[in-house]
């Protein structure tokens, strides 16, 4: 991630006014392609910049590592002064991303519907808990909420658990992802009809969305999923096995590679044996086909064995902690991490043969480009200061 002139959507201008997680993740996607993305905060901040420890100085990691390759302003949208710059702003704009609560930008006088007529190119994105319609429209969304409201959480863990979060913000990164995705999606509708538009997603519809291949296992034969654990409803084998060093995880997805893999293990029979030559009957016999399977793996050491299953095109791999996964040879071989200065981060996963993404910025501190940013748009010294002094736009200390 090195050239900025090469970004995909570099001349891209997007105003991020959103905060927490899945508004930031989605425009650090398109700041490590090229866009502009100026971060309005509110005067005390991004509420994750005190999400921690650790800590770089007065941010937390949880802030630091979402918000790369942006400019920060702080801005009291609150104030009738405040408003007027974001308008300033926007009439520069490519993109609006927001995540206040619906109805919030209505009751400031710049709705949706004023932006439409006021910046008819521009693309406004909204990323909200449950939209703002409907019997929770409006209502405040979390992560872990969602995760339990969407029947994620009751469809993970083991019998011995109970029901378990999944250890990821998954619904926060996602709808992010699809903000994203829904935001170059309007760019190129833009392209053929000169307009922009209003697009939204809720962490809730996302919930649901990403609950495969439950919802479609539900749809089909009407019942719930059970807790499997780590295994898969649909698939056998697809789990954890322990080996004399560490865990594996074997995943099967389909007859002849699991053939493959009895053979591959020194135990062809496996593979034409009545009770697991097809998935349907694997599913029937999971656990006497486990006591066989661990019975071969608990013989080998973990990483030879995945070696050697993966240069055989048969899927396993070792059960690796962080700090593994992110210092082993293929991630330092493909360039996974990033570094600048003091930062260091994973780089972004979209990578185009020539539009190559690129590392400016490190994250930026509370309202360090309110003068860069403002002058860009046509205030003068004098005109800024009197901003700072009212308290329209904020200085380096935030008001907490």
């Known amino acids: 991630m090195t050239d900025p002139a090469s970004g995909a959507i570099t001349g891209l201008r997007v105003i991020d006014l959103t905060r927490v997680l899945g508004g930031p993740f989605c425009t650090q996607i398109l700041a490590d392609h090229g866009a502009d993305v100026i971060k309005v905060e509110p005067p005390a901040g991004d509420e994750v910049r005190d999400w921690g420890p650790p800590f770089h100085e007065d941010d937390a990691a949880y802030f630091v590592g979402i918000n790369r390759n942006k400019r920060s302003i702080g801005l009291d949208l609150a104030s009738e002064g405040g408003r007027a710059v974001l308008m300033k702003l926007l009439a520069g704009a490519d993109v609006l991303i927001e995540n206040f609560k619906p109805g919030t930008l209505d009751k400031w006088g710049i709705g949706n519907d004023l932006l439409r007529e006021k910046f008819p190119k521009l693309v406004h994105c909204r990323i909200s808990g449950f939209g703002a319609d409907g019997p929770r429209g409006g209502n405040p969304g979390y992560d872990a909420i969602i995760q339990a409201m969407t029947g994620m ?53 996302t919930g649901l969305a990403i609950m495969h291949p439950h919802t479609a296992n539900y749809f089909m034969h009407g019942k719930p999923p059970s807790l499997t654990g780590n295994e898969h409803p649909n698939l056998v084998p697809y789990a954890i096995f322990a080996t004399r060093t560490d865990d594996i995880f074997i995943g099967v997805g389909n007859d002849g590679t699991f053939r493959k893999l009895a053979k591959e293990i020194g135990k062809p029979e496996l593979g034409t044996d009545i009770r697991f030559a097809r998935n349907k009957d694997r599913i029937a016999n999971r656990e006497a086909l486990r006591a066989e399977l661990a019975a071969v793996f608990s013989q080998h050491e973990a990483e030879p064995l995945c070696n050697r299953l993966l240069a055989a095109g048969l899927p396993a791999g070792p059960v690796q902690r962080i700090d593994q996964a992110l210092t082993n040879a293929h991630t330092v071989h493909r360039g996974d991490v990033i570094e600048k200065d003091w930062y260091k981060g994973v780089a972004s996963p979209i990578r185009l043969q020539r539009s190559k993404p690129s590392l400016r910025r490190t994250p930026p501190k509370f309202s360090q480009h309110t003068h860069e940013v403002l002058a860009e748009f046509g205030y003068s010294k004098s005109e800024i200061d009197a901003l700072l002094a009212k308290g329209v736009v904020c200085g380096p200390e935030r008001k907490r």
Do not use: N, W
């Open 153 to 205: 959480i009751a469809a993970t863990g083991s019998p011995q658990s109970g029901p378990v979060r999944i250890g990821v913000p998954l619904v926060d990164i996602t709808t992010g992802l699809y903000a994203a995705i829904g935001i170059l999606m309007a760019l190129s509708e833009r392209q053929k009809s000169g307009l922009g538009q209003f697009l939204e997603t809720t962490l809730y519809e």
